[in-house]
């Protein structure tokens, strides 16, 4: 795991440039790397997880010196496809199997690759660059266009030390404040945007090499194959020459990594008020862990909270992003990588509201479906269709839904524990997201599969019911809680704690000035 940030523009100079990479020193702080070739300029952040020698530092040459690569993340099958195409590494590190990859199959070497990145390799003869980025956007990847200048970076911060570009992109405002997050590649800022999930840029132009596409079939797994499938997707996340552990919150997904990576360490967080301390110990005495509790009071909660937003320039989504920076602070102690559970909801049909109300509807109506999703107490359906414009071709209410859920919802969920992780200079890993034939395989399964007996998630708690506790398979899903109406002090039914929360958020970035009433809907 690390940050890049790379330029075409002339006029940015050295230390400008430099300035603007060390705003991410939490992503790398174990090697830093400059290039500078004419108008081109590359920066790399190293956090070192795999071959921890200095000769796997970035920028990394190709072997024939044609190509230089700045890399961000982790392929998890770079050992077999080395020897599948012959390539003799002088490393054993992942970045050296892209670069020398590219350089025998040019672009198509991105459709080979398990796992989270997001990368760019640069022609020394031609000066033409390839920018790649995973299938469902696990890495982050953000870029600034403006004429022919490309700027591209793992954090937005960075992307402004540069350019200065502030002025306020109104419809990602408004997604923020309808829908706690941004959707379709926007961010809080105008000219700076997602490089969109699942593509890469090659001769000017952007090529979509993966889409998520539905294929129903009516032969459901045998629960043989979705075992396999998580337990091999674990497995392969373990792979690091430095410690492993897990979140545990005692929920079923985290628990299921837990006991499959049976790592020695497992964390959990939670207030003294309002936990879940109880039910992540039942799983850790079961796997025997070594098992971590952080506590966080409210006063904590707000102090914390305004760092992350003036060090990342930008608006948290959840409040709990909060909560898991602070355990982060406790698991680099012991971890430099960290298990998570994201993603498993999306697949397994977690949020049974949601779900089952897509299910049993005849057609999709975005009102109904704003009043099971939507935070903000404003009406904008507008943006709510915004947001949902890339899956009303789909047919079925589940359909749209699920496919929403599994590419636009889950992207936020990503950049939570991406962000909230690598500020403490800790690697998130998430087994249910990028092991892309898992999320292929569920994606055509029938609601009924995913919630037999009207149990949620009844594949994962039939499955790993032999390595968990009772407890933990029959307990009610309750999300990851952040008591906000004690945090405010809210005492009024009428207020909604997520108004609150978002306008802490935007004051914070833009000042005491900024007034969210103020926005024209």
Sequence with gaps: MCGILFTNNINYSKEK????LELMNHRG?????????NNFQFGHKRLKILDIDNRSNQPFYSKNHKFVIIFNGEIYNYAELAKLHNIEMNTNCDTELVVELFSILGPKCIELFEGMFAFIIFDLSSHNFFIGRDHLGVKPLYIYTLNDEITISSEIASILQL??????DQIGLRQYLKLRTFFNNRTIYKDISFFPAGTYYYNGQFHKYWSLVGNPTSNEPNDEEIKSLVTESVKKRLVSDVAVGSFLSGGIDSSIIAALSNKPDTWTIGFNESNEFSYAKLVSDKI??????TLINKDEFSEIAKFMIKKRKEPLSVPNEVLLYKMSIDVKTKNTVILSGEGADELFFGYDRIFSWAHNCKNFKIEEFAKLYSYGNNSDIEIVENALEPFLYLKKPIEIVAHFFQI???HGLLRRVDNSTMLNSVEARVPFVDNINLVEKMINQSYDYKTKNGVI???LKRIFSDILPDEIINRKKIGFPVPLNLIYNINDIKTNPMDIWFDFNLKNLFGNDFNINDIKI
């Design 163 to 168: 350019t200065n570009s502030t002025t306020i």
């Design 29 to 37: 702080p174990d090697a830093t790397g400059h290039l500078q070739i």
């Design 408 to 410: 636009a919802h889950l």
């Design 288 to 293: 025997n862990s070594n098992h971590h509790e």
């Design 17 to 20: 440039f430099i300035a603007a």
């Design 457 to 459: 998630k009844s594949p």
